[in-house]
């Protein structure tokens, strides 16, 4: 792999920073990595676990001279960074970013994005559970999307360099506009960690159950929810508030076709139940076909058979 920029500096050098810096540096795509983030104590980890080449808390020092600026901050820190950095950014420097929530991004970054610079947002649907920058490891963008949402006017040489930047680890790439990709996304990523986070509050505060039920016979299905229910809480609680309109849209028609399911429940209406979970069983396997998962057991954990 050639390197497709001299320097790239990475804002924010959690799971998915962490995981582009391994990336960058196993695939040879640039000469120098520089790490930023206002927390010490995170910054000198990411120096012990070897992820850049300089590291720094002034995200306005780490974009200097960069070709390629990614932004991996939670979506409500998005406008901060934007004017920490805007007067630092090199002349057709390429700046994106990785937020689940593109409307809100750009409405808090473009504004202060100088015109001799490339402003691409960018999505990369790709994320575990964890966060920090031990949670990051190479190949976690592999055979995932990463969706562009361009603004008007983007230079059409520099969405390719972009666009060759995350095929070169591995994604594939999509274009459509923010309101649209906000819409996809509450449906597909925000409204199932909103349930998770529901559920799994709702079981902690049954007072019929106790705590240490819950999890000894967790693996009945609480548990699934609880891996999303896991997630960094800050990242989410902006997604909400930066996504509030596509969200409640969702969750109308979630409860509303929740109601439809607890009156069938209610009247024994066997088919329509029947009918309900045959389609959403279609689903699963239509995600298995695009290879968003795979089809193992269990969802691929391994068990004690299977070391034997």
């Given at each position: 792999?050639?390197?497709?920029?001299?320097?790239?500096?990475?804002?924010?050098?959690?799971?998915?920073?962490?995981?582009?810096?391994?990336?960058?540096?196993?695939?040879?795509?640039?000469?120098?990595?520089?790490?930023?983030?206002?927390?010490?104590?995170?910054?000198?980890?990411?120096?012990?676990?070897?992820?850049?080449?300089?590291?720094?808390?002034?995200?306005?020092?780490?974009?200097?001279?960069?070709?390629?600026?990614?932004?991996?901050?939670?979506?409500?820190?998005?406008?901060?960074?934007?004017?920490?950095?805007?007067?630092?950014?090199?002349?057709?420097?390429?700046?994106?970013?990785?937020?689940?929530?593109?409307?809100?991004?750009?409405?808090?970054?473009?504004?202060?994005?100088?015109?001799?610079?490339?402003?691409?947002?960018?999505?990369?649907?790709?994320?575990?559970?964890?966060?920090?920058?031990?949670?990051?490891?190479?190949?976690?963008?592999?055979?995932?999307?990463?969706?562009?949402?361009?603004?008007?006017?983007?230079?059409?040489?520099?969405?390719?360099?972009?666009?060759?930047?995350?095929?070169?680890?591995?994604?594939?790439?999509?274009?459509?506009?923010?309101?649209?990709?906000?819409?996809?996304?509450?449906?597909?990523?925000?409204?199932?960690?909103?349930?998770?986070?529901?559920?799994?509050?709702?079981?902690?505060?049954?007072?019929?159950?106790?705590?240490?039920?819950?999890?000894?016979?967790?693996?009945?299905?609480?548990?699934?929810?609880?891996?999303?229910?896991?997630?960094?809480?800050?990242?989410?609680?902006?997604?909400?508030?930066?996504?509030?309109?596509?969200?409640?849209?969702?969750?109308?028609?979630?409860?509303?076709?929740?109601?439809?399911?607890?009156?069938?429940?209610?009247?024994?209406?066997?088919?329509?139940?029947?009918?309900?979970?045959?389609?959403?069983?279609?689903?699963?396997?239509?995600?298995?076909?695009a290879g968003q998962d795979v089809d193992a057991p269990d969802f691929g954990r391994p068990h004690l058979l299977d070391k034997?």
């Open positions: 792999m050639s390197v497709l920029f001299d320097r790239i500096a990475l804002i924010g050098i959690g799971l998915i920073g962490s995981s582009l810096a391994h990336d960058v540096r196993r695939l040879g795509l640039t000469k120098q990595i520089v790490v930023a983030t206002r927390s010490a104590d995170t910054l000198k980890r990411a120096e012990e676990l070897g992820l850049g080449d300089r590291y720094t808390t002034s995200s306005a020092e780490a974009v200097k001279d960069a070709d390629l600026i990614i932004v991996s901050v939670p979506v409500g820190a998005s406008e901060s960074v934007a004017k920490e950095i805007a007067g630092n950014l090199k002349s057709g420097a390429i700046v994106t970013d990785v937020g689940s929530t593109k409307a809100s991004v750009i409405a808090q970054m473009q504004p202060h994005m100088p015109d001799n610079v490339h402003f691409i947002p960018g999505h990369p649907l790709a994320g575990t559970e964890k966060s920090g920058p031990d949670a990051g490891f190479p190949g976690l963008f592999e055979g995932r999307w990463c969706i562009f949402t361009p603004v008007a006017g983007t230079d059409e040489t520099a969405l390719k360099r972009l666009r060759g930047f995350w095929e070169a680890l591995g994604s594939k790439v999509d274009e459509m506009d923010a309101e649209h990709h906000d819409k996809v996304l509450a449906i597909v990523s925000h409204l199932p960690h909103i349930i998770a986070y529901n559920i799994v509050g709702t079981a902690d505060d049954l007072e019929t159950v106790t705590e240490s039920e819950v999890i000894k016979y967790s693996a009945s299905g609480f548990r699934d929810f609880t891996r999303l229910a896991a997630s960094d809480p800050t990242m989410w609680r902006d997604v909400c508030l930066h996504n509030r309109d596509a969200i409640l849209e969702m969750l109308a028609r979630f409860s509303e076709d929740l109601a439809y399911l607890q009156r069938a429940i209610r009247w024994g209406e066997g088919d329509k139940i029947f009918e309900l979970f045959t389609r959403t069983r279609a689903i699963r396997r239509s995600i298995v076909q034997k």
